[in-house]
């Protein structure tokens, strides 16, 4: 997908909502566990319920991945239905994937053209040679992990760098403004957490143009106003994402009626705040 077709989408939906779907077998609704294919029925229902207010879609592949080769089975459905039933909606495979350049090229591979989906997200942190594979195909993303909205976040990422004084850095800058060489505002995004709202000013002024994938907003305690006052820009550059508080809003066999009603309320939000920022 095309910078520009994911703008359209935006504007088309008045929404800048990511749901994660972070199918855990043991918390769906139990009447589900009866169907050939537990974790697809789910994202499936899910997807019907909200595919006309989110403009993306992100399976964490963790919660695929504990079901061995059948996670995976109910990973391909899943990426299969969204491209064949809401093809202007942008698909993201959260794996946190880097690696040497031969390995990510395979990872790229496996998650551009064998699964299809637009974009990855990606771990920087064994540098340019570990991302570039990903950045080589045609209308796919490269998501790169820069400041992240858990607790350990701070662990590493806020850790001041660079001997001279006037010209330190957080290690998370130094991230963003080296690996943003390697890409452009058409192919990379980043990933900022909801939660670190307050350093998205001096973000943007980094990297005013790229697209940034949110985690972190309702469970995690992420304010959507703060993130859009001081995230967004010309062309929305936000994917806000949502998932337990959308896909686990009910856990009974109106689950996918629940998710619906809450992914309207942020789609509603997020039309007052493009209608005020854009």
Known sequence: MTREE???NIKKKNSFLCVGLDTDITKIPKHLLKAEDPAFEFNKQIIDATKEYAVAYKPNLAFYETQGANGWISLEKTINYINQTCQDVFTIADAKRGDIGNTSLMYAKAFFET???DSITVAPYMGEDSVTPFLQHKNKWAIVLALTSNKGAHDFQTIMINAEIENQNYLYQEVIEKSMRWGTSDNMMYVIGATQADMLTDIRTIIPDHF????????QGGSLQEVAKYGMNAQCGLLVNSSR??????TNED???????EAKKLQIEMKQLLETQL
Do not use: E, K, R
């Open 6 to 8: 994911l703008f359209n």
């Open 115 to 117: 699964l299809n989906f």
């Open 212 to 219: 940034l994938l949110v985690p972190g907003v309702g469970a």
């Open 245 to 250: 508080g959308i896909i686990y809003a009910s």
């Open 255 to 261: 689950f996918a009626d629940v998710a619906n009603q």
